[in-house]
């Protein structure tokens, strides 16, 4: 991703794309002091940018961080890059970390540096199966862990290393994703997604009390009551699973996605409410750009 035209944001600069770079020493590469946002673009507009701006500011406290600019500020930053690149539609990608101003575990001494990149990307997911199909999970080894252990609900890139290596063994194992337990072995998430699954009607999705608690999922949320369905948070543990009809992720790059298998023994067809969903979703996010 880093040899082509185009330009990124940095800590306050536009910079050419090739030359946005940082020192081997950084911090945030060497212990984990980095924090990120994904968001998408829709017809010139970002979907939910001040709730992204904030969360990366908050992601930041999360880890003793302070990200050096406000909420507006980043906002602006966002819309910058995006006219410099000319994105009508894609994704923006905010990282803020600690730089290489000094080495060691304590990061006291270091600046926190903020970036941010935009690109167009189409679509997250690529079922083996094909988009009719939908994706293929596999239950991970890996888990989730408690939030005392680590600062689950900030979007830390540390936090990831646990997704790769789940994702890897799924994708190992000719699967699309994997479909990760929390800590004392309940349904939680995918690897980059939040889930959902339907079970007559009613609309369920796991307590987000360690793992991220996705814009998209909250606004999926509401969308799905507006609509008239019950939404339910509630604990769903792995055995649970064959009893739905329907399962769908939700992500700001993934959007929603249909799940059509988790591991060799449950499959699913993409059923009448994750369908209605996934359309609602996509007007959505295209009516708010049109009203902003
Ligand atoms: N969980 C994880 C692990 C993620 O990476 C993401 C994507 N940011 C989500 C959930 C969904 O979050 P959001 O809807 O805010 O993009």
Redesign the pocket.
């Known amino acids: 991703y880093d040899d082509r035209d185009g330009f990124i944001w940095m800590n306050g600069k536009m910079i050419p794309w090739r030359d946005a770079k940082t020192h081997v020493l950084t911090h945030g590469l060497h212990y984990g002091g980095s924090v990120f946002e994904?968001e998408r673009v829709y017809d010139g507009q970002i979907f939910k940018l001040t709730e992204h701006s904030e969360?990366l500011i908050f992601s930041g406290k999360c880890l003793d961080m302070d990200v050096p600019f406000s909420a507006k500020e980043l906002n602006d930053a966002s819309y910058e890059v995006i006219k410099a690149n000319n994105i009508t539609n894609g994704y923006v990608r905010p990282l803020a970390y600690r730089g290489a101003e000094q080495m060691g575990v304590s990061a006291k001494g270091t600046k926190v540096h903020v970036a941010i990149a935009c690109w167009e990307w189409p679509k997250y997911f690529f079922p083996k199966a094909g988009d009719a199909a939908g994706l293929a999970l596999r239950t991970a080894s890996w888990r989730r862990p408690d939030p005392k252990t680590m600062p689950t609900q900030a979007?830390a890139c540390g936090?990831?290393m646990i997704?790769t290596l789940a994702k890897h063994e799924a994708e190992n194992n000719g699967y699309d994703d994997a479909l990760m337990l929390d800590f004392r072995g309940r349904v939680a998430?995918?690897?980059?997604?939040?889930l959902f699954a339907i079970r007559d009607g009613v609309i369920y999705t796991p307590i987000a009390d360690c793992?991220?608690n996705?814009?998209?999922?909250q606004t999926v949320m509401k969308l799905a009551r507006d609509m008239g369905y019950t939404v339910e948070e509630t604990v769903i543990m792995p055995e649970d699973m064959k009893t739905f009809e329907e399962v769908f992720l939700?992500?700001?790059?993934?959007e929603i996605a249909p799940v059509s298998k988790i591991d060799t023994d449950i499959t699913y067809t993409i059923g009448p409410v994750t369908t209605r969903l996934k359309e609602a979703y996509s007007d959505l996010v295209r009516q708010k750009a049109k009203a902003a």
């Open positions: 994904g969360r979007k936090v990831y997704g998430e995918s690897s980059g997604a939040n793992f991220l996705g814009i998209t999922r939700t992500g700001t790059a993934a």
